[in-house]
């Protein structure tokens, strides 16, 4: 999810230099509400868990792609999945993504502890492979959404401004320790609405504890579409969350995103799109010096697992507070 919301800003940027130009993106179909409102780009559908799945369903899928005769294609994942299709795909003119494997495994590995090139520029740099330039120093974003009813009898007629938090990640230790969370959460209460992002069984109940103790929180947990969801966010003051989707989601829709780190490193470029170096709150690398354990967060050593809790819950709520 982070890397197709991660795509968008860019797809903003290309569109608006090159308006004569009509993308077609291949994502899943749960994505297509990130691309609502960007012109000239239309989403096609890939059920790669249904029809489209495996090398016979990958054949079937490309049968309805050359129907549409592409002039290129920008491969920005550059799987496996991805190859096989493009070796069916009639049209050979493309150019796949460079996804710096080599940099970052001397970034994990310690060799070379600097900053690497965000998946964003990544992105433009297959546009521009291609031949169209792409500058992302001037972003523009959508307008804040208009609440639907339902969404404005959700989050009741609030005065105060509303942060969004989002406490989950993929993997533990990419996570803030929820007891340290949920000090955050108090604080915060007190001052802001707070809404809260997650999913599944298991983290919908912790949201619901967190909504039950305190005033001012609200969890969405469950509760609303993908498209719903979007315009919430949209309505943002600003947003905590991990080195997560929810932190590319908020980026994408030009709000304020204050990430923790844990094992995961913003050097290994998925820093949400345009958001200031300070909002990165990284774990004491004196405390746990292996950081970045791994690029994704799923390999670190066990007294990593909490790495995050290296910066206490005082500096995140200063740094939310600094910012609004």
């Known amino acids: 999810m982070g890397d197709v919301a991660m795509m968008v800003p860019v ?49 079937k899928l490309s049968k309805s792609l050359n129907k549409k005769q592409f002039y290129i294609v920008a491969d920005l994942h550059n799987v496996l ?10 049209n050979k003119r493309f150019l796949s993504i460079n996804k710096g494997r080599k940099e970052k495994k001397l970034l994990i590995s310690g060799k070379e ?9 990544r992105y ?5 492979g291609l031949g169209y330039e792409v500058d992302l120093s001037k972003p523009n974003f959508p307008e804040k959404a208009d609440l639907s009813n339902k969404l404005q009898k959700l989050l009741g007629n609030q005065s105060s401004k509303r942060i969004g938090i989002a406490p989950f990640a993929a993997h533990e230790g990419k996570m803030y320790p929820l007891s340290l969370m949920k000090a955050v959460i108090e604080v915060l209460s007190k001052e802001y609405q707070i809404i809260l992002f997650g999913g599944g069984k298991y983290e919908s109940e912790i949201l619901d504890e967190y ?25 943002l003051e600003a947003m905590l969350s991990m080195d997560s989707g929810n932190a590319h989601i908020a980026a994408m829709l030009g709000i304020k995103v204050i990430t923790i780190w844990g094992v995961t490193h913003p050097f290994a470029g998925f ?3 345009n958001q200031p170096e300070d909002y990165a709150l ?3 690398r004196d405390k746990f010096p292996l950081v970045p354990t791994s690029v994704y967060g799923n390999k670190y050593p066990e007294n990593y697992k909490e790495a995050s809790s290296s910066i206490t819950p005082e500096v995140v709520v200063e740094k939310i507070k600094s910012i609004i």
């Open 11 to 59: 797809l903003r940027a290309f569109i608006q230099q090159h308006p004569n130009v009509y993308i077609t993106v291949l994502t899943r179909g749960f994505f297509k509400p990130f691309f609502k409102d960007i012109e000239n780009v239309e989403v096609f559908e890939a059920d790669i868990k249904g029809k489209h799945k495996g090398v016979f369903g990958l054949y």
């Open 81 to 90: 999945r991805s190859k096989i299709l493009k070796s069916f795909i009639s």
């Open 113 to 121: 502890f600097k900053q690497l090139k965000t998946t964003h520029q």
């Open 124 to 128: 433009a740099d297959v546009f521009r």
């Open 211 to 235: 909504e039950n103790s305190f005033d001012n929180i609200i969890n969405l947990a469950g509760k609303l579409s993908l498209d719903e969801e979007l315009d919430v966010i949209s309505n």
């Open 271 to 273: 820093t949400p799109f």
């Open 282 to 284: 990284v774990a004491d």
